[in-house]
């Protein structure tokens, strides 16, 4: 009876072994806790093997740092696509605890050992640097919000963006002062995205009455009723209080 043997994390080691031996290095097998050590000269490399990616294995692994910088990982080569985002974020992690990672095709059959990248120091301003746009997003988002309306971690309920915010601002002065006008409410404060969200009208809150004049809709009159404590700061920022439309 043909059995398919269940991969074990032994059967990563001779692949890795015969790799660095080509790169002329001695290579010894659990050393003082270390899954692989490899040897040339002055030079000392570790590699911690583990079937999946794990924390337990980061954690492992940076463990290893105390006694060298030269660290590495080593798990079989994923299923999965390796230009997906989930494998690149998977990455950047790596190379953020400065580790190198190893990738194993087939442990079991004519494997073929791969080096994705090698243990190197990171770029922090670098990083920060490629990041500039995403950055300035998160502040002018933060920047667009009058107070703090989301309970962090949640996934399943709606989420209070600045644009949704500046929608409730500009619906709020609609059902209390009537009618306006883009440039009327542009002067209560709404600010200068406030004809795109109108023209948009993207929660279906909004109708043009006339040319450059808009009023709230039955819809919107109902789904704002949904954030009293907004409604009450924006009436409060133009001297209104609710129930006064004058």
């Not at 290095?25 to 583990?50: P, T």
């Not at 909004?206 to 009436?235: A, H, M, S, V, W």
Request: glycine letters at 6%.
């Amino acid at each position: 009876m043909n059995e398919t043997k269940k991969l074990q994390e032994m059967d990563l080691y001779k692949p890795i072994q015969t790799f660095f031996v080509k790169e002329g290095y001695e290579v010894y097998g659990e050393v003082k806790d270390c899954d692989i050590v490899a040897v040339k000269d002055e030079e000392l490399v570790v590699i911690e093997l583990k079937l999946t990616l794990s924390v337990d294995l980061l954690i492992q692994a940076a463990k290893r740092q105390r006694i060298t910088d030269q660290v590495y990982i080593a798990i079989p080569k994923p299923k999965y696509r390796l230009n997906s985002r989930r494998w690149a974020e998977k990455c950047h992690l790596i190379r953020r605890l400065e580790l190198g990672l190893i990738l194993v095709s087939n442990p079991l059959k004519r494997a073929k050992t791969e080096v994705v990248f090698h243990p190197s120091p990171f770029d922090r301003r670098k990083s920060r640097g490629q990041s500039k746009l995403k950055r300035e997003a998160v502040l002018k988002e933060i920047n667009g919000r009058s107070a703090d309306y989301n309970v962090g971690g949640s996934n399943r309920t709606k989420i209070m963006t600045a644009y949704k915010e500046n929608s409730i601002q500009i619906a709020c002065y609609l059902r209390h002062l009537g009618p306006l006008s883009p440039k009327n409410l542009i002067q209560l404060g709404t600010g200068d995205k406030t004809s795109s969200i109108l023209v948009k009208n993207y929660y279906g809150w909004f109708e043009r009455i006339k040319r450059g004049t808009y009023c709230l809709t039955e819809k919107g009159q109902e789904e704002i009723k949904e954030f009293p404590d907004l409604l009450n700061f924006y009436l409060n920022s133009v001297g209104l209080k609710e129930g006064n439309s004058d």
